[in-house]
């Protein structure tokens, strides 16, 4: 079954980020050594809350006045466990960090570690783990990043 990306238009038109521009965003990073640089983007472009949803990669982007964008899946479905193992789940986030891993991987290990999706909060500057039933497993802080270091 295939999920069509929705816009939902709740703000002026020329406040409004796009899929193309989360694209061009997104297409910078190769590692999680990346991300910070990548949240930087998306503030910029106005993105101030997402949830990343591991069953098959799509992700719903939110903006100012209720501006909410719903991206489509990334990949074919995967299985995300119904056991939490947070500590595999910390190691494997420490090696993605650190270069070792893509972004294909990462996901496949987080789900294998029972995360059905991450949150990150712009504002708060964190990104929240969540299992199948809603709870917190993980949160960590996202480092600022300035252009400079880009």
Known sequence: MAVVAHLFIKQNK??????????????????????????????KIGVTFYETFLVDGHTVFSGDDEYELVSPPK?????VSTAVNASQLREDIRNHQE??????????????NG?????????????????????????EVIPEVSEAVV
């Open 99 to 112: 270069g070792g891993s893509d972004f294909p991987t990462i996901t496949k290990q987080v789900a294998g």
């Open 75 to 79: 990949y074919h479905r995967q299985t």
């Open 115 to 139: 995360i059905e999706k991450w949150a990150v909060c712009m504002e708060a500057m964190t990104c929240t783990y969540y299992d199948m039933g809603g709870n917190k497993v993980m949160v």
């Open 14 to 43: 020329d406040n409004m980020f796009t899929l193309e521009q989360i694209k061009a965003a997104h297409s910078k990073v190769k590692t999680g050594a990346d991300f910070p640089a990548y949240i930087r983007d998306l503030k």
